[in-house]
């Protein structure tokens, strides 16, 4: 490859240079603009391309103390259309304490696997919290049954602010869309998020979550680990969708569901434990998900079968998110360049 080309493929990084790593943060990566639908395309093609053996995504490693006050993630990951390597990393502090108290870090790394130099190493908060509402949105639009008209978002952290445009992105039909949350600062964030894209669209704000759940096609749930709510399979329609981002959904959904999607069953046997029953086990999977963005497996058979879907985070889409975010960030000479390995 000439300079020209690793120029190309690294803008603002001087050609051949190794010892240096470009670094990203929170500030340089929160300007650039991207829409919904770009991330919906770019995690699908991640999915796709994983599906078709040109990526790769080992199960994740995780550590926590007895106490559980902390838990730390470690992934690694390969994405074979942009021939880049990248590790992500996470770490979460003071589960035991409240929304305010917690601290989470968490950042990405990317190497280009064609000229064997780094690309960047960028905060990850931003590339998470847009790729996790594109994928439940991508689980939504193959998995809710083809009449849904209704969708209940629990939870109004940030993946529940972000969760209602992306479904309505995936799934314009969708014409009442309900909330529940019990922060009011959370409530006029979700508000707002959706003012921003869908301005025409009404949010109901619900105070019975049994009866709004009995009314809901699709159920997102994204609350917090603190939250009282729980969403119990009795309550839930036939041909309903529930998925699970954070917590909102009793064990019941997943475990007398129709038909269990996970996008890495072996993800959600590390990250589900808190949805196994009294003996402590999760029932099998149907289908992951990759199969079904690829057509080759069924999102749904039925219009009225009961559907639990796991999300929880391939990094190859990540990966693909980070690298479309670097690739934006240093075209405009945004970030600082750290002779790291001088």
Avoid at 82 to 98: E, F, W
Avoid at 240 to 264: E, F, K, M, N
Avoid at 291 to 312: H, K, L, M, Q, W
Wanted: glycine share 10%.
């Amino acid at each position: 490859m000439t300079d020209s080309a690793t120029t190309a493929r690294h803008p603002g990084a001087p050609a051949g240079d190794h010892t240096g790593l470009h670094i990203l943060a929170a500030s340089d990566l929160a300007g650039l603009e991207i829409s919904i639908a770009d991330v919906i395309t770019t995690v699908e093609d991640a999915y796709r391309t994983l599906y078709a053996g040109a990526s790769e995504n080992p199960r994740k490693l995780s550590v926590a103390p007895q106490d559980k006050h902390s838990v730390s993630y470690a992934m690694l990951g390969r994405d074979g259309s942009r021939d880049v390597v990248a590790i992500k990393t996470s770490y979460k502090h003071g589960l035991d304490k409240g929304r305010t108290e917690q601290r989470y870090y968490t950042t990405l790394t990317l190497y280009d696997d064609i000229t064997g130099l780094p690309v960047a190493m960028m905060d990850c908060g931003r590339i998470g919290a847009l790729r996790t509402p594109a994928v439940s949105a991508l689980l939504a639009r193959e998995c809710a049954a083809p009449t849904a008209r209704s969708a209940l978002v629990i939870g109004t952290g940030t993946q529940g602010r972000l969760a209602l445009p992306f479904l309505l992105t995936a799934l314009p039909g969708l014409d009442r869309l309900m909330l529940a949350g019990s922060h009011p600062a959370g409530i006029a964030a979700v508000r707002e998020e959706l003012r921003a894209h869908f301005p025409e669209r009404a949010l109901e704000v619900v105070g019975d979550l049994r009866s709004a759940a009995g009314d809901a096609d699709v159920i997102v749930a994204t609350a917090g680990g603190h939250t009282r709510a729980a969403v119990e399979a009795g309550w839930l329609r036939p041909g309903a969708l529930t998925v699970l981002v954070g917590h909102g959904l009793a064990p019941s959904t997943l475990h007398r569901a129709d038909r269990i999607v996970a996008t890495s069953e072996a993800q959600m046997r590390i990250t589900g434990t808190d949805m196994a029953d009294d003996a402590g086990r999760l029932p099998p999977v149907d289908t992951e998900f990759p199969p079904v963005i690829a057509g080759i497996t069924a999102g749904r058979r039925s219009p009225d079968e009961r559907i639990f879907a796991y999300n929880s985070g391939l990094v190859v889409t990540d990966i693909a998110l980070g690298h479309h975010f670097a690739e934006l960030a240093l075209a405009q000479g945004l970030g600082e360049r750290v002779a790291l390995w001088r």
